[in-house]
């Protein structure tokens, strides 16, 4: 099979900040782990800016700085590319149509919605946000990603996800993390709140290499009680947040990245694009948002960190409003948005997205169906309210990955992925009675593979559901013991998740 091809046209500085090249690489990996041949097109100073990118696997080409809105990739293309990825404000339709005569395909990520675009895919991963935002913005053919169900975060983070366990009613360690560049000088100001703070904790202090100030950041540090630590360029950041009882930092990606670990979080914005964002974690109970750095004291920044710090029943539900939404697995839904859907026998399309409270009802519609329980661990429908208790927990367990299968877009059946202590997850898979027959729950074993290519999945079967082991004997699961197993799969292809 030919090698499908990404190209990548974005860029990090000082100024413009590290946040567009991080999510793409996010993006980047996800496609490399599908096979795909993957090339970064960037000004100069990028990879200076994301020490990462430098040492990523990923190819590399400079991009001429000659041009006030964006400089053609024609020159750097030897042949037609199946996918040119778009991560850049400066940029718009003038710039993708220009490039249509070599990409088969133009993905834009956008978070601003502020003008047109020439693409097929856009995906804005801003919590709240809403197809009908782009809807007069894109082509009609255009599919829409939006909200942070497609949030792009290193593969790291839905691994340490997996691994989280309860938070402490003690802020014992606190990240302080303003991205790569921090061009505000936030980082600076919060440690001199925490010097007024005064809350006893450890601090870790991260930063990019592209900032400026890092003599006066280590200063700073060194006359807290006790001194912080700063860490410059940290690969794993996943490991470095998950180990925090709170934090301070910037929107954009680094929001959403304490949102995937459940972390309690005090925003400052240090951008106007991040602002949204910012509003909207507030607005759902993830975070406390005290807005642009411009307008901060250290004194407000003290007050509000004391605060939270003190108000353990505060973090714990920031925590739940926090792994609702990102899940750490948005990489992945956009990699198959940029192949072709999986359909059933009857060639409408199979489909997943996250289940929600909305949906219990009619679950437990399904679960109370006759027979529809024959083979299941208890045969015995639940009662409405033990039901709707344990929608509750599943959806706030962040080892739980919960789905509604959709066929030609309409709701058929529910897949969920149980986090198991020794490294698997255990899928369970239930497809309403009218609805069988059509292949819909083979369809819906794919697109769990394609979501979790490099996990092992175990599935628990009754031995005498025929149907069943023939269904995930096709899916490529093999029996070990009283178990069906799916070991990880070597690079394959995509299908649609939404």
Request: proline letters at 5%; charged letters at 20%.
């Amino acid at each position: 099979m030919t090698t499908r091809t990404a190209i990548f046209r974005a860029d990090a500085s000082s100024r413009v900040g590290s946040g567009h090249v991080r999510r793409c690489l996010a993006l980047a990996e996800a496609l490399a782990a599908d096979g795909w041949s993957v090339t970064f097109a960037c000004r100069a100073g990028t990879k200076e800016a994301v020490p990462s990118l430098a040492r990523s696997r990923f190819a590399y080409r400079l991009m001429p700085g000659d041009s006030n809105w964006g400089a053609s990739l024609d020159s750097l293309v030897a042949d037609e590319c199946d996918l040119l990825v778009v991560d850049h404000y400066g940029l718009d339709a003038r710039f993708e149509r220009a490039c249509r005569s070599w990409a088969k395909t133009i993905l834009v990520i956008d978070d601003l919605a502020d003008r047109p675009h020439d693409c097929d895919i856009l995906l804005d991963q801003t919590p709240g946000r809403q197809a009908s935002d782009y809807a007069s913005l894109v082509p009609g053919h255009c599919t829409i990603l939006a909200g942070s169900t497609f949030a792009l975060l290193d593969p790291r983070f839905r691994r340490a996800r997996e691994r989280l366990g309860s938070r402490s009613d003690q802020v014992r360690r606190v990240l302080v993390g303003f991205g790569g560049t921090d061009p505000a000088g936030a980082t600076a100001r919060v440690l001199e709140a925490l010097a007024v703070a005064k809350l006893g904790a450890a601090v870790d202090v991260v930063l990019g290499t592209a900032n400026d100030d890092l003599g006066q950041i280590q200063q700073l540090a060194a006359q807290l009680d006790p001194p912080a630590v700063v860490h410059v360029s940290v690969d794993d950041m996943a490991s470095m947040i998950a180990q925090a009882d709170m934090a301070v930092g910037a929107g954009g990606v680094n929001a959403l990245e304490r949102c995937c670990l459940g972390v309690p979080s005090i925003t400052i914005t240090i951008a106007d694009n991040q602002r949204k964002l910012a509003d909207e974690l507030a607005r759902s109970g993830a975070t406390e948002n005290l807005g642009p750095v411009t307008g901060l004291s250290v004194g407000d920044v003290a007050d509000a960190v004391v605060c939270l710090a003190s108000d353990p029943a505060r973090r714990l539900a920031m925590r739940a409003a926090a792994l609702a939404i990102v899940d750490g697995l948005g990489a992945a839904r956009v990699r198959a948005a940029c192949s072709p859907a999986l359909s059933a026998k009857d060639g409408r399309p199979v489909q997943l997205r996250l289940a929600t409270m909305a949906d219990a009802e009619l679950m437990f519609e399904w679960q109370s169906t006759p027979g529809i329980r024959a083979y299941s661990r208890n045969p015995d429908a639940p009662e409405p309210a033990e039901h709707t208790r344990w929608m509750q927990n599943k959806l706030a367990d962040p080892g739980c990955i919960f789905h509604v299968i959709l066929h030609g877009g309409r709701p058929v059946g529910v897949l969920r992925l149980d986090w198991q202590n020794d490294g698997a997850y255990e899928i369970s898979i239930l497809v309403a009675a009218a609805a069988h027959g059509k292949n819909i729950g083979g369809a819906a074993l794919e697109l769990a593979k394609r979501l979790l290519p490099d996990a092992m999945i175990r599935a628990v079967i009754h031995a005498d559901n025929v149907a069943s082991i023939r269904m995930f004997e096709r899916a490529g699961y093999r029996r070990t013991g009283e178990d069906w197993i799916l070991a990880p799969l070597a690079p394959a292809r995509s299908f649609a998740l939404l």
